[in-house]
T-cell receptor, first 113, second 114 residues
């Protein structure tokens, strides 16, 4: 069974500073990887996804993530955060085929003015 | 294009009662998945429906059930509610199914069981 580990439950960061949210997954087969963001009292919104090809994936709102197969990681980065980036971020993995998304526990990003 | 809608947005029920939640997917999407989100367990997959058939099921007791109608709208039902069923229930739709296809999430229904 696959699993997703988000190494930090909370990440405080000052506005305009860079941030990295870490995600590791375990799977012995090919996977697709996703990052979702959840703002308070809202559903999840897709930030970016890795299906194949270039290991550096760019998403919305200036976020990017790098797929590292040897380290089974898919860390999310942003070079300069804004107050509006304060939210919960979820890493998710899915095996190819019709299998369900498996989510990590989430990382709460708090951007401090 | 309208997004995924879920009704009701908030619900308060008493232990032992049953509840039905509704999800309307994005027009043209045939797959609907349901997730339970709690502070302790995080996001957990409940089930997926495609063309009115349950295609995948998570590890939840039989009190949790669902169905999908011919217009792709879906409902989930929880019978004999327990306090631990208090959660945010999220519905997601996608064009064909899971895998590489992006899932679009609704705002959720927050269920409180007292």
């Amino acid at each position: 069974a696959q699993s997703v580990t988000q190494l930090d439950s909370q990440v405080p960061v000052f506005e305009e500073a860079p941030v990295e949210l870490r995600c590791n997954y375990s799977s012995s087969v090919s996977v697709y990887l996703f990052w979702y963001v959840q703002y308070p009292n809202q559903g999840l919104q897709l930030l970016l996804k890795y299906l194949s090809g270039s290991t550096l994936v760019k998403g919305i709102n200036g976020f990017e993530a790098e797929f590292n197969k040897s380290q089974t990681s898919f860390h999310l980065r942003k070079p300069s955060v804004h107050i509006s980036d304060t939210a919960e971020y979820f890493c998710a993995v899915i095996r190819s085929g019709n299998t369900p998304l498996v989510f990590g526990k989430g990382t709460r990003l708090s951007v401090i003015a | 294009k309208a997004g995924v809608t879920q009704t009701p947005r908030y619900l308060i029920k008493t232990r032992g009662q049953q509840v039905t939640l509704s999800c309307s997917p994005i027009s043209g999407h045939r797959s609907v998945s349901w997730y339970q989100q709690t502070p302790g367990q995080g996001l957990q997959f409940l089930f997926e429906y495609f063309s009115e058939t349950q295609r995948n099921k998570g590890n939840f007791p039989g009190r949790f059930s669902g169905r999908q109608f011919s217009n792709s709208r879906s409902e989930m039902n929880v019978s004999t509610l327990e306090l631990g069923d208090s959660a945010l229930y999220l519905c997601a739709s996608s064009q064909i199914g899971q895998g590489a296809y992006e899932q679009y999430f609704g705002p959720g229904t927050r269920l409180t069981v007292t």
